[in-house]
């Protein structure tokens, strides 16, 4: 993935800042509906007259209770500040890291930053695994490794925006970062979907086709990788016809969302991510 000519100045700021807001607005869309699965999220749209959705969902205790959701979320109306969420305090935390540690960090320099600055509690599945094998001296990559079931789900992959956002145009430097980040909890798959978002971010800066973005991130995971192949597959799809509704279905026929091993997935996600 060679590198391409990037915006600098105000227009590298507001492109810098769009993302960021764009992550805060995202994670806010999504909040209240972590962990429902999509006949919970589509119904509670639909009978609040919010399908597709064309904002936030307020709060219908009525509803969100008829469909088997929890009332006490952050709904839109119940909330006066974007929430806390796993996904940006990552974000944050990468900041820290490139501040203190500099460019050149390393997984262990990873390792001490959630050390330091992360409560256990605010940490979940693969991460909590790694916690827990670094509390114990197990060193990355095996922090990654040990009793791990989750090392390939989308952990990774969600902490890898900062990456981007400090690399424009340089796709290649954006997943090595994103690699020695993901590496102290992540293998294989759950890395390469980290080296990916990051390398898109990057271009992203650069590309306003976001197909073309899409390529830009799939240069820089293996060839042979299962996360490659979903993605190039699910590129066809569009070309084959299928709406937006009818290449959800398609995923829903290939992963099943009430398996928790595929719900939480980084190659079933990062294929609805790039659909």
């Known amino acids: 993935?060679?590198?391409?000519?990037?915006?600098?100045?105000?227009?590298?700021?507001?492109?810098v800042l769009g993302a960021w807001q764009a992550r805060c607005a995202g994670c806010l869309l999504g909040?209240?509906?972590?962990?429902?699965?999509?006949?919970?999220?589509?119904?509670?749209?639909?009978?609040?007259?919010?399908?597709?959705?064309?904002?936030?969902?307020?709060?219908?205790?009525?509803?969100?209770?008829?469909?088997?959701?929890?009332?006490e979320r952050a709904w839109i109306?119940?909330?006066n500040h974007m929430p806390e969420d796993d996904d940006t305090n990552y974000t944050t935390l990468s900041l820290k890291l490139v501040d203190k540690a500099g460019r050149d960090f390393t997984p262990e320099d990873v390792a001490m930053r959630w050390l330091n600055d992360l409560p256990i509690l605010h940490v979940c599945t693969a991460e909590r695994?790694?916690?827990r094998n670094l509390v114990a001296l197990r060193e990355p990559p095996l922090s990654a490794m040990a009793r791990n079931p989750y090392r390939e789900w989308?952990?990774?992959?969600?902490?890898?925006?900062?990456?981007?956002?400090?690399?424009?145009?340089?796709?290649?430097?954006?997943?090595?970062?994103?690699?020695?980040?993901a590496s102290i909890s992540h293998v294989k798959n759950g890395i390469y979907g980290e080296m990916m978002i990051s390398a898109m971010i990057a271009a992203a800066f650069c590309l306003n086709d976001m197909r073309a973005v899409i390529l830009e991130g799939l240069k820089v995971?293996?060839?042979?990788?299962?996360?490659?192949?979903?993605?190039?597959?699910?590129?066809?799809?569009?070309?084959?016809g299928l709406s937006w509704e009818q290449a959800l279905d398609r995923v829903h026929s290939l992963w099943n969302e009430?398996?928790?091993?595929?719900?939480?997935?980084?190659?079933s996600n990062a294929v609805i991510c790039v659909l």
């Open 129 to 131: 695994v790694a916690y």
């Open 1 to 15: 993935a060679k590198d391409l000519p990037a915006p600098t100045g105000e227009a590298l700021y507001d492109k």
């Open 154 to 181: 989308i952990g990774a992959q969600i902490r890898g925006d900062f990456f981007g956002y400090i690399n424009p145009g340089r796709m290649e430097k954006a997943a090595e970062m994103a690699w020695r980040d």
């Open 77 to 79: 109306d119940t909330v």
């Open 258 to 267: 009430d398996n928790q091993h595929h719900w939480c997935h980084t190659i």
């Open 31 to 71: 909040k209240p509906y972590e962990g429902a699965r999509r006949r919970q999220i589509v119904g509670i749209l639909k009978d609040t007259n919010n399908y597709p959705p064309a904002f936030y969902t307020a709060t219908d205790d009525e509803v969100i209770t008829r469909h088997g959701w929890q009332v």
């Open 221 to 240: 995971i293996p060839l042979k990788s299962r996360l490659r192949q979903a993605v190039l597959d699910a590129l066809t799809w569009p070309g084959q």
